[in-house]
Structure formats: C-alpha cells, structure tokens
C-alpha cells in the first residue's frame, strides 16, 4: 500500500511538472528578430525619487510622495546611449541580443544570451558595466528579463536591481523596450524605441 501511495505521489510530481512545461511552451511569444536602431525622439529616460535602496523590481508597483526629487547625481550611463542599434536572433529555446552604441564617444558592443527554460543566464549588462544575473520569461507576447546588475569599481561593489520588457507593435514596425533600474540613489526609467534598419 506504502509503495502505490509512492508511485501515485511520483506519477502526479510528474504529470504537474509536464504541464507546468507545456504551459510555459505554449506561451504567446513574439518574434523579435531582427536589426532595430533607436528613435531618440520617440524615446526618454525619467529619474525618480533617491534612496529606494531595497526596491525588489520584479514586485508589485511602487508609490513615491513627497516634493520633486533633486536630479540623481549618477544616472545610468544607459540613457546616455546614442546611435543604439539592436541585432537580435530568436530562436525556439533562446535569444540573443547584440547591442552596438556609441557612449561618451566611445564605440560599444555588449552581446546578450538569454534562455527561456526559466534558467539563470549571465551576461554582461547592457550598458557593458559588470555583470547581469537574470531570468527569462514571456508574458503576454512580452519578453520579461528581471535579475541583478553587479558593478565592481575597485573594492566598490554596486548591485542594481533591473527589469527589461521587450514589446513588438502589431505591424513589427516598432520594437520598445522599457527597463526599470533601481539603484542605491533611486529608480531610472528608461522608454528605448526602435525602428526596423532600412540597411541591415
């Protein structure tokens, strides 16, 4: 009796983690491929209240009171980004994401790989300081890439807790990414729109 009660609490372990998996397949996803360049224009970066010190991102919403925060005196560099294109191949398990940008008068190239098997990927961050710890997800034809930004400067060691969600528009003629990055001198909000590389 001992071993049916075993084999039947395997059997349903089992059955659970197979549709726990086909669900997760069977997620509406988008394809992002492709080469994207930004519209400066269309895009912005705001700066909220400082000293949101343990702001998790990937929780609920966040509500801020009081007067206008004073301009955060270290921005992320990410919104000072320019000439930004996007190189990006999909495929069925994974993506990959390679960015080529100009900051400070610098040319820059981060290259990306994220998995969708809900694994931890590492990477180095998209505006090439340190590392990015994180995990993929789909969410309504939204790509969800939520996990933690490391920066060592020295015996300095920052973490930034960052959120990016990729979005296509219904005529693939648009491609937005909105990344929220908590940091110890608050929250940065950055809104990226893309357009499709006439000369790919």
């Keep these: 009796m001992r071993t ?3 084999f039947m609490k395997i059997a349903v372990w089992v059955l659970s983690a197979a549709l726990a998996t086909a669900a997760s397949a069977g997620e509406k996803r988008s394809d992002l491929g492709g080469t994207w360049v930004l519209v400066p224009e269309k895009s912005e970066m705001e700066q909220v209240r400082p000293g949101l010190r343990n702001l998790r991102v990937t929780g609920g919403p966040v509500t801020t009171t009081g007067s206008a925060p004073e301009p955060l005196p270290d921005p992320s560099p990410a919104g000072l980004i320019t000439d930004l294109r996007l190189e990006i191949t999909q495929a069925e398990d994974r993506i990959r994401v390679v960015r080529r940008f100009t900051l400070e008068g610098k040319m820059g190239l981060v290259t990306q790989e994220f998995t969708f098997d809900g694994g931890r990927c590492l990477n180095v961050a998209s505006d090439g300081r340190g590392e990015f710890a994180s995990r993929s997800e789909w969410k309504k034809g939204k790509l969800l890439n939520s996990g933690t930004q490391t ?3 020295g015996p300095v060691r920052e973490e930034h ?7 296509l528009s219904r005529n693939r003629k648009t491609l937005t990414v909105k990344t929220l990055i908590a940091t110890p001198r608050g929250l940065v909000k950055l809104k990226q729109v893309f357009a499709p590389d ?3």
């Design 151 to 153: 920066i060592a400067d």
């Design 4 to 6: 049916g009660g075993r």
């Design 161 to 167: 807790n960052v959120r990016e969600e990729f979005s």
């Design 198 to 200: 006439p000369q790919p």
